[in-house]
């Protein structure tokens, strides 16, 4: 007999699961996947002939491709067969002030130092007027269409600049790439596309006023950014607020293309849900990106790793153009039971290359952090260079962490230099701090900090300092 | 200020604090030497609350309040400040950031209002003509590549801008050349006045010909065998630490 305490909490659960789902409820289908279900997705969304013969090609590859076991992480098996692979854009539930938030979320928010509005807007309280996230969108992109610049969700591109996707789409991560690259061509939701014009810089940072919306892009997402000859972007992606979603599997594409002397800064804040103390839920993010530069171009990938339960992510370069230039800094947070792998590849095939890791792992609680980077220097990649710096920290005795670098050299002119260190916060660094007034907190968050500096000088002023703070939260009760 | 009585302390499970009393009151410099292994550097770290030692008995009291039940942060933004005898090294953390942080935390505990960076190295030039310190040393990430000189000066310039009310020097001198403890003397006789303290602990003398001390007290096998004027520090250097402990390893009924 339960209590009336229990009825009413059902109830409440009840009304709250049915109004839910009544809004889309015509706009989800059945779980599993067959190649009627990748039909649906592609007409559901209008797709033309081609994308949908797109699709069915990498639905046939992936049901020929096995989930990789290489990577240093333990998952538990996905059921490919219970996930449902299409549902309209959610409706979240809609609230009426600031005070209808879970207090927990909000004081994270406040922690981050997000501003009023865009907590608002993340957690579904309806906006003000002042702030119409709408218009703030719209007038950014008069402004960009007048430099030329496409900037749109996937679908819209698909729908709007058919020509430009189709040249590019697959162009640098190929369907047949691997299980989670096959499966998210098969069966992507949605995502972002972008195109600069020939030698045209982009004057803002793409999607700093969209990522609230991009946060709803499903969980297959797909990206293409194409940057044409001479022409510069710096794009951001994702968000230092939590997110959470039902979905426990993400596999997300993103492609760049930098020709001829183009620049493309790609930064991302990931702080998908990590699970709860025990290891419970949390997302498993495998993420396939890749960039391909050409003759003098230059591709950034900075990333600041915080959630999921699993990381798997390897964001890379294609240096395939002489005197191109690749960049990856990586931050990667492992706390409780959060695992991570993830790292670069740097493909030197043009001549004059050269390349940058940095990456900086930081393992607290019982996580774990494999860093696994490859550096591939080809015959014709004549004076390539690299140099990679993979630095480990660890705080307290539980954790772990482990460093695959993978280096393969041929030609005689090439250099290649690997350095890495594995340190603890000790506690001698700790109560120096404290002796001078630091709370311990403060004190660890001054250490991993200055540990991760060489990488949050790499990404765009505000969101570094967003992502300061947000070191300090996902390491919150590691010390002491 | 401070009220030592009878303090015994252990690390690791070895005693290395005997029953040690001190007073130090308002304005005095206390100067205490004693030979290697004596726990001169155990009673500065106990004083700090450095959590590897283990306070078996005694009391310490600071301005009334019982000091060994505050947190290492507290004891600071209570003021005070222990000069490390080896200073860490934190890769990566601006020196001028820790000492803002660190400046800041002892400012809101005294409720003034927080220095922003402006207001922060406004005040921190102003301090540098005190000491010879180069202002790249501030930029540079806190005691990572520092030479053992440019160290004990970083911990010198932090104690002129936290301005402790107690500063407890541990064998700041060691290792020092005669310019560098001249500065070290400099920047400690700046911070002397009728409300603050300095306790200098080291093993030689010739700190004490810069930084007269009020009293010197004598630290042997973990207790206070010798207090004096600042004479009892000539003394020593002339005869010598065996001097003071075949007189006190003498039974006191002989």
């Given at each position: ?5 229990e ?68 998952v538990?098996?996905v ?5 449902t ?20 979320v ?22 003000d ?22 900037f ?32 998210n ?64 599997l ?8 930098a ?47 915080t ?57 607290a609680g019982f ?12 015959k ?8 990679s ?45 404290r ?34 703070k ?5 390491l ?5 | ?33 004693g ?12 004083l ?5 030692y283990e ?9 009334g ?19 490390f ?16 942080a ?11 209002t ?65 310019d ?61 630490y ?6 006190t ?6």
């Open positions: 007999m339960p209590t009336s305490q009825t009413i909490e059902q109830l409440a659960n009840k009304d709250y699961k049915y109004g839910f789902i009544s809004d889309v409820e015509e706009e989800r289908i059945e779980p599993g996947l067959n190649e009627d279900v990748v039909r649906l997705i592609s007409q559901k969304k209008k797709e033309p002939e081609w994308l949908l013969d797109w699709r069915l090609k990498a639905f046939g590859l992936w049901k020929e491709m096995t989930e990789p076991v290489w990577h240093n992480v333990k538990k098996p059921d490919y067969q219970n996930i692979y299409y549902s309209a854009p959610k409706n979240q539930p809609k609230l009426n002030s600031m005070d209808e938030v879970d207090p927990e909000k004081a994270t928010f406040d922690k981050l130092g997000i501003p009023l509005e865009e907590q608002k807007m993340l957690s579904g309280v309806a906006v007027a002042v702030f119409d996230s709408v218009s703030v969108a719209t007038t950014f992109k008069d402004k960009l269409a007048e430099l030329g610049i496409i749109s969700s996937f679908s819209e591109a698909v729908q709007e600049h058919p020509d430009l996707v189709r040249q590019y789409l697959g162009s640098v991560v190929p369907a047949s790439d691997n299980f989670y690259a096959a499966l061509s098969a069966v992507f939701s949605d995502g972002s596309f972008a195109y600069i014009p020939k030698g045209v810089r982009c004057p803002m940072e793409l999607s700093t006023y969209f990522r609230i919306n991009a946060a709803q892009t499903g969980q297959f997402e797909r990206t293409l950014l194409v940057a044409d000859d001479g022409a510069t972007v710096s794009y951001l992606e994702g968000c230092t607020a939590p997110q959470r979603d039902e979905n426990q993400h596999a997300a594409v993103v492609e760049l293309v020709l001829d002397s183009a620049t493309i800064k790609y930064s991302t804040v990931q702080n998908w849900y990590p699970g709860d103390k025990d290891g419970k839920g949390g997302i498993y993010n495998f993420v396939t990106k890749r960039g391909k530069a050409m003759d003098n171009a230059k591709i950034t990938w900075t990333q600041v790793e959630g999921s339960a699993i990381t798997w992510k390897y964001p890379s370069c294609i240096l395939q153009g002489d005197n191109s230039v690749g960049e990856f800094y990586s931050v990667a947070v492992t706390n409780n039971h959060q695992q991570a792998d993830t790292g670069t590849k740097m493909i030197h095939l043009g001549k004059n290359t050269t390349s940058t890791i940095v990456s900086k792992g930081i393992s996580g774990q952090n494999t860093y696994r980077g490859l550096v591939r220097i080809g014709n990649a004549k004076n390539a260079r690299n140099f710096q993979c630095d480990s920290l660890l705080i307290g005795d539980q954790c772990g962490a482990h460093t695959f670098p993978y280096l393969e050299v041929r030609n005689t002119s090439s250099q290649v230099e690997h350095e890495a260190s594995t340190s603890k916060v000790d506690e001698d660094q700790i109560f120096y701090c002796q001078r007034g630091l709370s311990t907190e403060d004190a660890v968050n001054m250490i991993v900090n200055g540990f991760c500096k060489e990488v949050f000088r790499e990404l765009p002023m505000e969101f570094a300092v967003e992502a300061q947000l070191l300090g939260v996902s919150e009760g590691s010390v002491g | 200020m401070l009220e030592v009585r009878n303090l015994h302390a252990s690390i690791g499970g070895r005693v290395i604090l005997n029953g040690v009393d001190i007073t130090v009151k308002a304005g005095e410099v206390h100067a205490i030497m030979p290697n292994g004596s726990g001169k550097s155990t009673l500065a770290n106990v700090a609350g450095r959590e590897e306070v078996n008995s005694g009391t310490v009291s600071y301005d309040s019982d000091l060994l039940e505050m947190e290492p942060e507290e004891r600071a933004r209570e003021g005070v400040f222990l000069a005898q080896y200073p860490v090294e934190i890769p990566g953390v601006n020196n001028a950031y820790l000492l803002k660190a400046l800041n935390e002892v400012r809101k505990h005294r409720g003034e927080e220095l922003d960076a402006m207001e922060f190295m406004t005040l921190v030039k102003e301090r540098m003509n005190v000491l010879e310190i180069d202002q790249e040393l501030l930029n540079r990430p806190v005691n990572d590549g520092f030479s053992g000189g440019e160290k004990k000066r970083n911990e010198i310039f932090q104690m002129i801008v936290l301005e402790p009310r107690l500063a407890i020097m541990d064998e700041t001198d060691s290792g020092l050349d005669i560098a403890l001249k500065v070290v003397a400099q920047g400690v006789n700046a911070l002397r006045s009728p409300d603050r303290s300095t306790i200098v602990v080291t093993h030689y003398q010739r700190l004490l010909n810069h930084i007269v001390p009020d009293f010197v007290h004598v630290l042997s096998n973990g207790r206070i065998v010798k207090s004096g004027g600042k004479e009892l520090a000539l003394e020593l250097e002339e005869k010598g065996g001097w003071i402990e075949d007189a390893s003498v039974p006191a009924s002989a």
